[in-house]
């Protein structure tokens, strides 16, 4: 009996995320436990049945300040959908796997939860990426199919990217991967697709990161920066 090593990076959702190590020594006889998320689940495994747990959750992404008065979308079986208004042009909603990169070993992940409140700018050139790529998820596309869509709605329906477009996804009860668990809090700012280093992303000793989630895919850098604090004010983990 032979094994494998699988040894991934990854963070995710929103539908965030970068890579975290992690390695497991499996069976080459089941190739269900070689790729646990080799597919997708049952969709009711990716669905929160407490909507109201889904909400708060969603709220959690960014201070109270912000999400109090954020319009909140929660995954539906044909989507997202809006069940709460906002005040403030923001939109918080939780992320599921499928916002991970395309390659990445757990795009599947039924447990994956990433919490996330788009800015204004971003909810008009951002939101729109992760409402199209759920819906080609949730219509039974294979990844190749899924990627195809994206890039016709990329050429034909994605609005101009914004200035000043970013992201809140500071919530302690997210969990990004197994690997990563809720990681740490952070911002995104999504800029147009552009050397990484122009921000000293990835450098060391910069606490600016960059997000594979949309590269290769959609016209856009996307660079995460940690932050002390999760969205309630409690301290986070160094």
């Not at 089941?30 to 990716?46: C, F, H, I, R």
């Not at 939109?91 to 599947?108: G, I, K, T, Y």
Request: hydrophobic share 45%; charged share 20%; proline share 9%.
């Amino acid at each position: 009996m032979k094994t494998a090593r699988n040894i991934t990076k990854a963070i995710s959702f929103a539908a965030l995320l970068v890579t975290a190590l992690a390695g497991a020594c499996l069976p080459a006889w089941s190739q269900e436990a070689a790729a646990p998320y080799s597919k997708m689940a049952p969709l009711d495994e990716y669905l929160m049945t407490d909507r109201g747990a889904e909400i708060a959750m969603a709220r959690s992404a960014a201070p109270p300040s912000i999400s109090d008065d954020a319009e909140v979308m929660v995954l539906g079986r044909h989507g997202y959908e809006t069940v709460v208004k906002g005040k403030n042009g923001f939109v918080c909603l939780v992320e599921r796997s499928w916002m991970s990169p395309m390659d990445f070993a757990q795009f599947w992940n039924p447990k994956m939860r990433g919490p996330i409140c788009f800015n204004p700018p971003a909810v008009r050139s951002i939101l729109p990426l992760t409402i199209k790529r759920t819906e080609l998820v949730l219509s039974g596309m294979s990844k190749e199919q899924i990627i195809a869509g994206i890039k016709a709605f990329d050429a034909k329906g994605l609005s101009r990217l914004e200035p000043g477009a970013m992201s809140y996804m500071m919530s302690p009860q997210g969990y990004l991967n197994d690997a990563a668990g809720h990681w740490v809090p952070h911002l995104m700012f999504y800029v147009p697709l552009t050397d990484p280093k122009s921000w000293g992303a990835d450098l060391p000793g910069t606490p600016v990161m960059m997000n594979p989630q949309f590269q290769g895919l959609e016209p856009i850098t996307e660079l995460m920066i940690p932050v002390l604090t999760w969205s309630d004010g409690t301290a986070a983990p160094k």
